[in-house]
C-alpha cells in the first residue's frame, strides 16, 4: 500500500477513496465528497505546492492555514456550509487512515468547527398554507399534484421524485399507506395516508398516462416522469411551486422543504406525538425532529390549559356531605364534617384577593387539620 500510494498524487489518493466510499454512498453525498477535496487540494496547491504526500500533512500550518482561508472567503462561507467542509475532510482523513495512509491524527479537532447556526423552523403560516393548497388544487396538472402530495405526506421532494408507480400499499380494510424508498438517511417507511391523498395519486397516474412517450420510456416504474435527467425534474417541480406561490400572492419565499416543515408543524398540533412524527417523517433521532417543528406561544397555551384540564379528571374531588349527613350526631358524621369545611374554606381561600387574610384563613385550615387528625386517633382506639 505505501508503495502504491507514494507513486500517486495526492489527488488521485482522494479520487481513489471516494470511489470506493461511493458504493454505500448516496449520488448527492459523494458529490459533496469531491467538492471538499478539490477545494482543500486546490488552497494546498496554492499555499503549499511543496506538500505532495499525505504524510506530509500537519494540523500547523497546513490546516489551520485551510480554516482561515474559509473564514475569510469571498463571498463569504455561512457556518453549517464550513461545518460541512470540515465534517467532509475529517470523513476522507480517518477513511485514509483507516486504509493504510499515512495521515497524522488529529488534523481536524472538535474545536475547530465553528457554532452550529442558529435554526428555525420555517412551517407556512395557516393562511398562506390554505391559500397555497387552494391554488395547487385548481391547476390540478401533473406537478401541482406532486407538490400537494409532498404537502400532505411530508416527503422530501427527492423521495417524491423516486416514489413507484405502486407507491401505494393497502394494509388492510381502509388502511393505506404511502411506500417511501430509500432516501436521505438510507431508511424506507410506510406513510399513512387518507382519502385525499388516494385521489392525489389517482390523479396523478391519470396525468402520467399523458406524458411524451419519451419520458415514459426514461420513467419505467416510477411515479412521476422525467425529462432529460432528475435535475430538470426538481427545477420543474420548484418552478412550479414558484409560479403558484407567486399567483397567490403569499408574503414569504417558499421551498418544497417549507411544505414538509408545514406537515410536520400541522401534526404536531393535531396532537401527533414526537416519537410518530419522527416516524413519518422518516428521522433517525428526535433532534432532528425537533428542528422541524414551531411550538408557538399559543401552541403553548392550548397544550397548557389541556394538560390542567385532563389532569383535573384524574384527580378525586372529595364529596360533599348533605345537610343531613353533617348533622348526623356521631364520630364518622364529625370527621366527614371537618373534611367537607376544610374544603370550603380552601376554595374560598383562592378567591380572597387579600394577602393577609389569605394567610389567616391558612391558619384556621392548620387547626381544623389538628381537630381533624385528632378524631381520627379517637377513632382508631
Known amino acids: 500500500m505505501k508503495h502504491q500510494s507514494s507513486q500517486l498524487t495526492l489527488r488521485q489518493i482522494f479520487e481513489e477513496r471516494i470511489q470506493s466510499l461511493a458504493v454505500t454512498l448516496q449520488p448527492g453525498t459523494v458529490k459533496n465528497y469531491r467538492v471538499v477535496a478539490g477545494v482543500f487540494l486546490g488552497y494546498l496547491n496554492t499555499a503549499f505546492p511543496r506538500v505532495r504526500r499525505l504524510s506530509q500533512l500537519r494540523r500547523d500550518p497546513h490546516l489551520l492555514g485551510w480554516f482561515r482561508w474559509l473564514c ?14 470540515l465534517i467532509r475532510l475529517r470523513g476522507l482523513f480517518d477513511d485514509l487512515a483507516a486504509n493504510g495512509h499515512p495521515v497524522q491524527q488529529e488534523l481536524i479537532r472538535r474545536a475547530d468547527f465553528p457554532p452550529r447556526s442558529h435554526y428555525l423552523p420555517k412551517p407556512l403560516s395557516f393562511e398562506d398554507d390554505q391559500r397555497l393548497q387552494q391554488e395547487l388544487r385548481r391547476s390540478d396538472d401533473l406537478y401541482s399534484n406532486a407538490l400537494l402530495l409532498v404537502r400532505l405526506t411530508g416527503i422530501r421532494i427527492g423521495e417524491c421524485m423516486n416514489l413507484a408507480l405502486d407507491c401505494l400499499r393497502q394494509l388492510g380494510p381502509d388502511q393505506w399507506a404511502l411506500h417511501v424508498p430509500l432516501g436521505k ?37 416510477l411515479l412521476l416522469p422525467r425529462g432529460r435527467s432528475r435535475m430538470v425534474l426538481y ?31 400541522e401534526m404536531l398540533r393535531l396532537g401527533v406525538s414526537l416519537p410518530a412524527l419522527m416516524q413519518l417523517l422518516g428521522h433517525k433521532d428526535m433532534a432532528m425532529t425537533l428542528r422541524y417543528v414551531q411550538v408557538t406561544q399559543q401552541d403553548l397555551q392550548r397544550e397548557f390549559y389541556q394538560a390542567r384540564q385532563n389532569a383535573s379528571q384524574h384527580h378525586h374531588l372529595p364529596q360533599l356531605p348533605t345537610p343531613k349527613d353533617a348533622l348526623r350526631a356521631d364520630l364518622s358524621g364529625i370527621c366527614q364534617a371537618v373534611a367537607a369545611t376544610r374544603h370550603v374554606l ?28 385528632q378524631l381520627q386517633q379517637i377513632a382508631e382506639k
Open 346 to 373: 380552601e376554595s374560598y381561600r383562592r378567591t380572597v384577593p387579600d394577602e393577609a387574610i389569605r394567610r389567616k384563613l391558612q391558619r384556621l385550615d392548620r387547626r381544623l387539620f389538628g381537630v381533624a387528625d
Open 72 to 85: 475569510e472567503h469571498d463571498p463569504p462561507l455561512c457556518n453549517t456550509t464550513r461545518q460541512d467542509y
Open 185 to 221: 438517511l438510507h431508511t424506507e417507511r410506510l406513510v399513512p395516508v387518507d382519502a385525499e391523498v388516494r385521489r392525489i395519486l389517482a390523479r396523478i397516474l391519470e396525468l402520467r398516462a399523458l406524458a411524451r412517450p419519451a419520458q415514459l420510456a426514461r420513467s419505467e416504474g
Open 235 to 265: 427545477l420543474t417541480l420548484h418552478q412550479a411551486l414558484v409560479d403558484a406561490v407567486r399567483r397567490t400572492s403569499c408574503p414569504s419565499h417558499v421551498s418544497p422543504h417549507r411544505l414538509r416543515h408545514t406537515f410536520a408543524t
